[in-house]
């Protein structure tokens, strides 16, 4: 009887410890899915066009050789109708223009690697470029001239200029005219550098934005050298952007869309060309 007794005291005490430990190893469980924290999210990175107005500034990449587009006046100020136009979009986007001088060649490298945020320099939009590149609307449109020194009598066309010495900036489009109608390059810094090779007869020919030179030939008027042939097709300018900066782009746009609806861009262009080059 004892034994019965002694027997089911311990059977019952078995029982107990087991079911405390049952009870304890779940609460613990319970207690450890309780206390672990929900993942953090990944804080939301700003697009473009948030980080600009965020810091207040619209960082812009240009040559300031290049007149009437983007050069230094006589008291060294930057200015031209580049200029111009983009402080224009930048004032209706709220924010300070900050510009970034760089010659042309070395341009789309500091857009590459976020030197600034667009590049304002009459970049011609066109396929290859858009392929790896996002443009604004067009806001001016021009033409290519061919251009020679004033002694030269044998060339009067873009047929004429095969096996000849043109001076261009290497990755220009107006390079590409050249390059198709078989001239040899001679690479430039920009445009002034291009008509003093042309002045000095270091170069035969260069070909040019046919804007650039009618303001040029306005402000030197003496300079030996003259405008032979013009280029057919008509070139479309736009702000550059990198890849991907979508709301950056469509401020712009929006900007200048309201610039045309109210008068604006047609005033800044009229004041630098005598004329509407913005269509």
Known sequence: MKKRLFTAIVSTLVFALAGCGTATTSQSHDNHQASTPAPAEAPKEKNLLDKVKADGKLLIGTEGTYAPFTFHDTSGKLTGYDVEVVTEVAKRMGVEPVFQETQWDAI??????????????????????????????????STAVLVTHKDNTTVKGFEDIKGLKAGQTLTSNLTDIAKKNGAEIVGVEGFNQAIDLLVSKRVDITINDGLSLLDFLKQKPDT?????????NVAENGFMFRKGNTELVEAFNSALDEMKKDGTLKKISEKWFGADVSQ
């Open 108 to 141: 789309f490298a500091g857009l590459d690697s976020k030197r600034f945020d667009v590049i304002a320099n009459q970049v011609g939009i066109r396929p290859d470029r858009q392929e790896k590149y996002d443009f604004s609307k067009a806001y001016t449109v």
């Open 224 to 232: 030996p050298i003259k405008i032979v042939a013009k280029d057919p």
